[in-house]
C-alpha cells in the first residue's frame, strides 16, 4: 500500500487536489485536518491494498 498526504492552503485548492489523486486511484484515508499556524488544509491518502498486512498472517 502506498500513502502520501495531500496539503493545501485552502479548502478549495485541497479538493482539487484531492479530486485529481481520486482520478488516480487514490483514496481518502480519515479526515481533513487543518494547521493554524501557517493555515494548511492536509488530506491522508492510500492506493492499492487497503488492508495492511498482519505480521505474522501466512495468507
Avoid: H
Avoid at 19 to 29: F, H, I
Avoid at 36 to 50: D, E, H, V, Y
Amino acid at each position: 500500500m502506498e500513502y502520501t498526504i495531500a496539503t493545501k492552503d485552502s479548502l478549495e485548492e485541497l479538493r482539487v487536489a484531492v479530486n485529481e489523486l481520486m482520478q488516480e486511484g487514490w483514496k481518502t484515508s480519515g479526515g481533513v485536518s487543518y494547521c493554524s499556524a501557517p493555515p494548511s488544509f492536509s488530506q491522508a491518502m492510500t492506493k492499492g491494498n487497503n488492508m495492511p498486512k498482519i505480521i505474522g498472517d501466512k495468507r
